[in-house]
T-cell receptor, first 116, second 107 residues
Framework: GAVVSQHPSRVICKSGTSVKIECRSLDFQATTMFWYRQFPKKSLMLMATSNEGSKATYEQGVEKDKFLINHASLTLSTLTVTSAHPEDSSFYIC????????????FGPGTRLTVL | RKEVEQDPGPFNVPEGATVAFNCTYSNSASQSFFWYRQDCRKEPKLLMSVYSSGNEDGRFTAQLNRASQYISLLIRDSKLSDSATYLCVVNYSTLTFGKGTMLLVSP
């Protein structure tokens, strides 16, 4: 299947700093990418839909000024957690939709964020 | 009411056992359905799509009942490597995930 990469895989930062997570589709172009967050023993929750060349669409309750999303090219979307706090510690997973024949979503390996 | 509901488990079964997971969804306009597998601290990976006619992939059989808004997954001849969390996923305009059902297969 198609490959989606995420970087970094793990990050530990101090409270108040900003953290940028990159999501890349390696062998296909993705007009649409998605950012999810998963807390321990909870389901994946969609945070926002990232649209290439336009503004992201955020789910209810997700602060767009805190979670900045940029989708500048067809293979790269970034999520920046601004002024991170301990409650932002979570597993962040991106996915990219391959809009070919099967219109399948492929997931990145995730980024584990720990805010001290 | 939660959009996608699953029994969290864990289901503890011996190797070789048959185990079934169920899932219900609330949005009757949902368009497509999937089972994903997620290993601990890893991303979810597509296991199989689910169709009303039922579909089988080796030891795995998935079934969809649109009238009851119910999805099932049957795993036959369980292997140790089947131990994971199985996520029921429903697609309307975006993917909605259940919390997952944990399966533990023991020797």
């Amino acid at each position: 299947g198609a490959v989606v990469s995420q970087h970094p895989s793990r990050v530990i930062c101090k409270s108040g700093t900003s953290v940028k997570i990159e999501c890349r589709s390696l062998d296909f172009q993705a007009t649409t990418m998605f950012w999810y967050r998963q807390f321990p023993k909870k389901s994946l929750m969609l945070m926002a839909t990232s649209n290439e060349g336009s503004k992201a669409t955020y789910e209810q309750g997700v602060e767009k000024d805190k979670f900045l999303i940029n989708h500048a090219s067809l293979t790269l979307s970034t999520l920046t957690v601004t002024s991170a706090h301990p409650e932002d510690s979570s597993f962040y997973i991106c996915s990219a939709r391959d809009e070919g024949e099967f219109n399948e979503q492929f997931f990145g390996p995730g980024t584990r964020l720990t805010v001290l | 009411r939660k959009e996608v509901e699953q029994d969290p488990g864990p289901f503890n079964v011996p190797e070789g056992a048959t185990v079934a997971f169920n899932c219900t969804y609330s949005n009757s306009a949902s368009q497509s359905f999937f089972w994903y597998r997620q290993d601990c601290r890893k991303e979810p990976k597509l296991l199989m799509s689910v169709y009303s006619s039922g579909n089988e992939d080796g030891r795995f059989t998935a079934q969809l009942n649109r009238a009851s808004q119910y999805i099932s997954l049957l795993i036959r001849d369980s292997k140790l490597s089947d131990s994971a969390t199985y996520l029921c996923v429903v697609n309307y305009s975006t993917l909605t995930f259940g919390k997952g059902t944990m399966l533990l297969v023991s020797p």
